[in-house]
C-alpha cells in the first residue's frame, strides 16, 4: 500500500512530462490478502481415502479452512517485528505509540479493547453521512530533508492527523488507535515484508505502522518541499484509516476471492483501495488548511498528489494520473467520508 510514483517537478506552466526512461521499477507491494485461491477438493479425497485403507472404523468429515477474520492473518506476530527506540541508527528513527500493549493481535490492534474494526468496504460503518475530518491546528516544525528532520515532522503531524479523524472513527464505532511511524533511510523488515529504501512509503496493516522511507523522496524523487512530504505522509495514514475501519481486511478477502492482485478484479479493488487513501488525503489537508495551517504546506501536497498515476507504474494499481487527482480533489473540497467510497463507484471512475 504505497504511493504511485510521479513524474518530476516541472517549472510553473510547464506541460507535465514524464521522467526520462520513466522512474526505477519494483513489484508492486501489496499487504493484506491472502494468496490466490488453491484447489483442496484433491487433498480432502486423498485424506479420506488413506484413513478409509488405515482401516479406520468411523472416517469422520474433514474439513479444510481459512480464517478471513483479518487481512494480516498471513503475517507472523509483530511482538518480535517492531523497531523500539534502542534499535535505531543514524539512518533509522522509530516512534512506537505508548498505548501499545502485549494484547494487540497480528493485525496490530488490542483484543481487550472495544469497539473494533468491522470487515466492510462501500457498506462500513465508516460511512456515516456527514463524517468528515474534523479542523485540527498543527504545530510543524521546520522541514529538512535529513531521516531525523524528516522523522521529526511526521511525528508532529501525526497527532494532529489523529485528532482530525478519531471523531469520525468514534461516532462509527470504530477503534481509533495511533499508528506506529518509522521513518527508515535503509532497508527494513516488517510483518509485510522488506522495504527498500528505494522504494515508496507504505502502512503495513501487520502491525499498524506506517513506514516512510526517507530518502527514496529526498534522493530518487529529489523532493526538497515540505508539503509534498506532508501528502505523503497522509496518505499513508489514508490507508491507515482503513486498518482501523477494516476496510483493509475486507480488501483482502475480496482480492483473494477475485483471484489475487494481478488478476484485473484484483487490480481494480487495488486501485478502489489505493484511490480512496488519496481521497482521504485530500480530507486531510482540508481539516489541516481549515485549522490553520499555511497554503504553502497544503497546495504543494494537492499538487504532488494531482500528478502521481499509473502512467509511471509497471502495473495499473493506483489510478491513472486524472483519476488520482479526481479524487484527491473531491477529498479536498468535500471532506466527506461517503464522497471518498470509491468502494461503490464506478469502474470507470477508478481506472
Given amino acids: 500500500m504505497s504511493r504511485p510514483y510521479a513524474a518530476p517537478p516541472q517549472q510553473p506552466g510547464a ?16 499487504f493484506g490478502p491472502r494468496p490466490p485461491k488453491k484447489n483442496t477438493g484433491a ?7 488413506a484413513v478409509f485403507l488405515l482401516g479406520v472404523g468411523t472416517i469422520g ?42 494484547s494487540s493481535t497480528s493485525d496490530g490492534f488490542d483484543t481487550g479493547g472495544s469497539p473494533q474494526p468491522v ?28 531521516v531525523a528532520s524528516q522523522d521529526a515532522f511526521y511525528q508532529a503531524a501525526l497527532p494532529c492527523l489523529m485528532a482530525a479523524w478519531t471523531p469520525a472513527l468514534e461516532a462509527a464505532n470504530l477503534p481509533a488507535q495511533t499508528p506506529t511511524v518509522v521513518t527508515t533511510g535503509s532497508d527494513i523488515d516488517s510483518p509485510c515484508g522488506t522495504r527498500s529504501w528505494n522504494q515508496t512509503a507504505m502502512y503495513c496493516p501487520g502491525n499498524h505502522t506506517i513506514y516512510m522511507t526517507a530518502r527514496y523522496y529526498s534522493e ?14 497522509a496518505h499513508e495514514f489514508g490507508h ?27 487490480l481494480e479493488l487495488t486501485r478502489r483501495s489505493e484511490l480512496q487513501a488519496t481521497c482521504f488525503e485530500g480530507m486531510t489537508l482540508a481539516a489541516l488548511q481549515n485549522g490553520g495551517v499555511s ?12 500528478n502521481r498515476g499509473d502512467e509511471y507504474n509497471k502495473q495499473p494499481d493506483h489510478g ?32
Fill in 119 to 146: 470487515s466492510a468496504l462501500g457498506d462500513n460503518p465508516l460511512n456515516l453521512e456527514g463524517n468528515g475530518a474534523v479542523n485540527t491546528s498543527c504545530d510543524l516544525p521546520s522541514f529538512s530533508t535529513d
Fill in 15 to 30: 506541460p507535465m512530462m514524464p521522467p526520462p526512461g520513466g522512474p526505477p521499477q519494483f513489484p508492486p507491494q501489496h
Fill in 240 to 266: 491507515a484509516i482503513q486498518g482501523m475501519s477494516g476496510i483493509n481486511s475486507a480488501y483482502g478477502d475480496a482480492t483473494y476471492n477475485a483471484g489475487g492482485y494481478e488478476t484485473p478484479a484484483g
Fill in 320 to 351: 491513472s494520473t486524472a483519476t488520482n487527482k479526481a479524487w484527491v480533489e473531491q477529498g479536498f473540497s468535500k471532506n466527506r467520508i461517503t464522497e471518498c467510497n470509491t468502494w461503490l463507484a464506478a469502474a470507470s471512475d477508478v481506472d
Fill in 43 to 49: 487433498i480432502v479425497a486423498v485424506v479420506l481415502a
Fill in 295 to 306: 497554503n504553502d504546506y497544503i497546495f504543494p501536497a494537492l499538487e504532488d498528489s494531482s
Fill in 220 to 233: 530518487v524523487e529529489e523532493r526538497v518541499d515540505a508539503g509534498v512530504y506532508l501528502g505523503q505522509f
Fill in 61 to 102: 468429515m474433514v474439513a479444510v479452512s481459512y480464517s478471513s477474520s483479518s487481512s494480516a492473518s498471513d503475517y507472523d506476530d509483530t511482538s518480535s517485528s517492531e523497531t523500539t527506540s534502542s534499535e535505531t541508527s543514524s539512518s533509522e528513527t522509530s516512534t512506537t505509540d505508548s498505548s501499545e500493549t502485549e
